[in-house]
């Protein structure tokens, strides 16, 4: 996998702390990781390069212990005539991905997470449904689903007219079901998302750098926060924009418009925020991510930050770590030691990994 031929190990509970210059395998280590736990990469899309360079395929299996005892997890990669096919086992037994999907949890943090704020839309929704994905097989189906119908709407819109009014009746039915899904899932998400980043956003800084506040942005208004108030909504919301969505051939209504919005004292952070507060904002928010992970599944996640602590100033890297001694196990990436007590420091040269003594 990648510039690993082969690797056994065995981290330890707590924080592992990976250590090493650049491209000697590091992110690689937590990349495997997060296949593990999510059956997906969080560094690329083109998933085939994974595989490492001449070979037609890649694995990786592990142990996890999870409430109901312990746990065999394996995903492999299998390149062939330029098509890649993934294969997820629990116990030895294949199964679908949606099935593999929430075994284990994890909540990932990389260098892009810092522009969560300045970037665009898009980068939020991914977050709320990397979240959730995990935390329901319910939102997964939903998702799946309403991408599907998405794009065969957007087809449809774009394709050559007349369109197909009972075939686009039918999509918009099958959005507003699964969209509504989504949105009550975002909603009650979001909302225990933001209780949790105010209280350790207050605990890092107290009340002098402001309040913060996460809110849902819903691109269908839900007044009525209900399915049937919803769907009303989202039906009412369609009728609007159906004469605008014909026009500019694109679908202009649902969840895949849908934002998060932070705000310091009112203000939205992304416009108005220092650089510090908005790094400050994104900490908070990806400790209180591991909180309503743990506590909607009763089992703590694995924590992965990739090479984050170097775009950190010294301040908040140490609010980082000393939240991070709190989590169950965590794997952190760094291109120089970091002193934190009681962690687990491997030297990484040349996909190699050597414990360094306490």
Same mark, same amino acid.
């Given at each position: 996998?990648?510039?690993?031929?082969?690797?056994? +190990?065995?981290?330890?509970?707590?924080?592992?702390?990976?250590?090493?210059?650049?491209?000697?395998?590091?992110?690689?280590?937590?990349?495997?990781?997060?296949?593990?736990?999510?059956?997906?990469?969080?560094?690329?899309?083109?998933?085939?390069?994974?595989?490492?360079?001449?070979?037609? @395929?890649? @694995?990786?299996?592990?142990?996890?212990? #999870?409430?109901?005892?312990?746990?065999? /997890?394996?995903?492999?990669?299998?390149?062939?005539?330029?098509?890649?096919?993934?294969?997820?086992?629990?116990?030895?037994?294949?199964?679908?991905?949606?099935?593999?999907?929430?075994?284990? !949890?994890?909540?990932? +943090?990389?260098?892009?997470?810092?522009?969560?704020?300045?970037?665009?839309?898009?980068?939020? !929704?991914?977050?709320?449904?990397?979240?959730?994905?995990?935390?329901?097989?319910?939102?997964?189906?939903?998702?799946?689903?309403?991408?599907?119908?998405?794009? %065969?709407?957007?087809?449809?819109?774009?394709?050559?007219?007349?369109?197909?009014?009972?075939?686009?009746?039918?999509?918009?039915?099958?959005?507003?079901?699964?969209?509504?899904?989504?949105?009550?899932?975002?909603?009650? +998400?979001? =909302?225990?998302?933001?209780?949790?980043?105010?209280?350790?956003?207050? $605990?890092?800084?107290?009340?002098?750098?402001?309040?913060?506040?996460? @809110?849902?942005?819903?691109?269908?208004?839900? $007044?009525?926060?209900? %399915?049937?108030?919803?769907?009303?909504?989202? #039906?009412?919301?369609?009728?609007?924009?159906?004469?605008?969505?014909?026009?500019?051939?694109?679908?202009?209504?649902?969840?895949?418009?849908?934002? /998060?919005?932070?705000?310091?004292?009112?203000?939205?952070?992304?416009?108005?925020?220092?650089?510090?507060?908005?790094?400050?904002?994104?900490?908070?928010?990806?400790?209180?991510?591991?909180?309503?992970?743990? =506590?909607?599944?009763?089992?703590?996640?694995?924590?992965?930050?990739?090479?984050?602590?170097?775009?950190?100033?010294? %301040?908040?890297?140490?609010?980082?770590?000393?939240?991070?001694?709190?989590?169950?196990?965590?794997?952190?990436?760094?291109?120089?030691?970091?002193?934190?007590?009681?962690?687990?420091?491997?030297?990484?040269?040349?996909?190699?990994?050597?414990?360094?003594?306490?």
């Amino acid at each position: 996998m990648r510039n690993y031929a082969a690797l056994d +190990f065995a981290p330890v509970a707590g924080l592992n702390v990976f250590v090493g210059a650049n491209a000697q395998g590091k992110s690689n280590l937590l990349e495997a990781i997060a296949l593990l736990g999510t059956g997906k990469s969080f560094r690329t899309a083109r998933e085939s390069d994974v595989v490492r360079h001449g070979l037609p @395929s890649a @694995s990786i299996t592990g142990q996890a212990r #999870v409430a109901a005892g312990s746990v065999r /997890l394996s995903c492999s990669l299998n390149v062939a005539r330029g098509a890649l096919r993934k294969v997820y086992a629990i116990n030895g037994r294949k199964v679908a991905y949606a099935s593999y999907l929430g075994r284990v !949890r994890v909540v990932t +943090f990389v260098p892009a997470h810092l522009s969560l704020l300045t970037g665009p839309p898009a980068l939020r !929704r991914s977050l709320l449904n990397a979240a959730l994905a995990q935390d329901s097989p319910h939102y997964y189906a939903a998702l799946a689903a309403y991408t599907k119908f998405l794009g %065969q709407k957007n087809a449809l819109l774009r394709a050559a007219h007349p369109i197909d009014e009972a075939l686009l009746a039918t999509y918009d039915e099958r959005l507003v079901a699964e969209g509504t899904t989504m949105i009550l899932a975002r909603r009650a +998400f979001i =909302a225990a998302l933001g209780e949790r980043a105010l209280a350790v956003h207050r $605990a890092w800084v107290g009340e002098t750098d402001g309040t913060l506040d996460l @809110s849902y942005a819903a691109d269908v208004p839900d $007044a009525v926060p209900t %399915q049937d108030g919803i769907a009303a909504a989202y #039906v009412a919301r369609l009728a609007d924009k159906r004469s605008a969505e014909r026009s500019r051939a694109t679908a202009l209504v649902g969840p895949h418009r849908d934002d /998060l919005v932070f705000r310091l004292n009112g203000r939205p952070l992304g416009a108005f925020g220092s650089q510090g507060q908005q790094r400050t904002a994104v900490l908070a928010l990806k400790v209180a991510e591991y909180g309503v992970a743990e =506590a909607r599944s009763g089992e703590a996640p694995l924590l992965l930050l990739d090479d984050v602590l170097s775009e950190l100033d010294p %301040q908040r890297q140490r609010a980082l770590l000393d939240a991070l001694g709190s989590f169950e196990q965590a794997f952190v990436t760094t291109a120089h030691p970091v002193e934190v007590p009681a962690a687990a420091t491997y030297r990484v040269i040349g996909a190699h990994l050597e414990r360094v003594a306490a």
